[in-house]
T-cell receptor, first 116, second 116 residues
Framework: AQSVSQHNHHVILSEAASLELGCNYS??????LFWYVQYPGQHLQLLLK??????LVKGIKGFEAEFIKSKFSFNLRKPSVQWSDTAEYFC??????????????FGAGTQVVVTP | DTEVTQTPKHLVMGMTNKKSLKCEQH?????MYWYKQKAKKPPELMFV???????INESVPSRFSPECPNSSLLNLHLHALQPEDSALYLC???????????????FGPGTRLTVT
């Protein structure tokens, strides 16, 4: 069964600091990879996704992520965070087998707190 | 319009009650999903509907009964729930379920369910 692990459960950093959140998955076949964000009191929103092509993907709000197939990783980065980036961040994977189509497996999430 | 709507926002029910959660999307998506999310945890997939047919049931107890009356609407019927079923129930939709195409899931705001 596929699994998704996020390295940090809780991150606290100051405004303007750089952010990197780690995500590793266990499935070795074709994967679709996503980062979702859940701001306080709001619904889950897609930050970015990868399914083919350039392994460096850019998303909304200045976020980017790099897919490294050999490391089974899809790490999220932002060069300079703002207070409004305080949120829960989830990495999610959908594996490319017919019996898992539609199954989005989420990591445990990382709570990011940005202090002014 | 990229919105998934869910009603009600909050629901309190007793263990002998029967209630239903409703989800609607008007994006022309052919896949719809139910997730359960406990506090400080990632969403857990419950059901997947593809072209109005149940595609995946993640071994969910029969006290949860999904229904997809048409391609825009998804219901979750609840009966004889337990207090441990209290959670945020999320609905999502996507263009399709085929992996390898990067179809992202759009999430609704959820229904906060409390079982007393």
């Amino acid at each position: 069964a596929q699994s998704v692990s996020q390295h940090n459960h809780h991150v606290i950093l100051s405004e303007a600091a750089s952010l990197e959140l780690g995500c590793n998955y266990s499935y070795g076949g074709t994967v679709n990879l996503f980062w979702y964000v859940q701001y306080p009191g709001q619904h889950l929103q897609l930050l970015l996704k990868y399914f083919s092509g350039d392994p460096l993907v850019k998303g909304i709000k200045g976020f980017e992520a790099e897919f490294i197939k050999s490391k089974f990783s899809f790490n999220l980065r932002k060069p300079s965070v703002q207070w409004s980036d305080t949120a829960e961040y989830f990495c999610a994977v959908n594996a490319g087998t017919t019996d898992s189509w539609g199954k989005l497996q989420f990591g445990a999430g990382t709570q990011v707190v940005v202090t002014p | 319009d990229t919105e998934v709507t869910q009603t009600p926002k909050h629901l309190v029910m007793g263990m002998t009650n029967k209630k239903s959660l409703k989800c609607e999307q008007h994006m022309g998506h052919r896949a719809m999903y139910w997730y359960k999310q406990k506090a400080k945890k990632p969403p857990e997939l419950m059901f997947v509907y593809s072209y109005e047919k149940l595609s995946i049931n993640e071994s969910v107890p029969s006290r949860f009964s999904p229904e997809c009356p048409n391609s825009s609407l998804l219901n979750l019927h609840l009966h004889a729930l337990q207090p441990e079923d209290s959670a945020l129930y999320l609905c999502a939709s996507s263009q399709d379920i085929f992996a390898g195409q990067g179809y992202e899931q759009y999430f609704g705001p959820g229904t906060r369910l409390t079982v007393t």
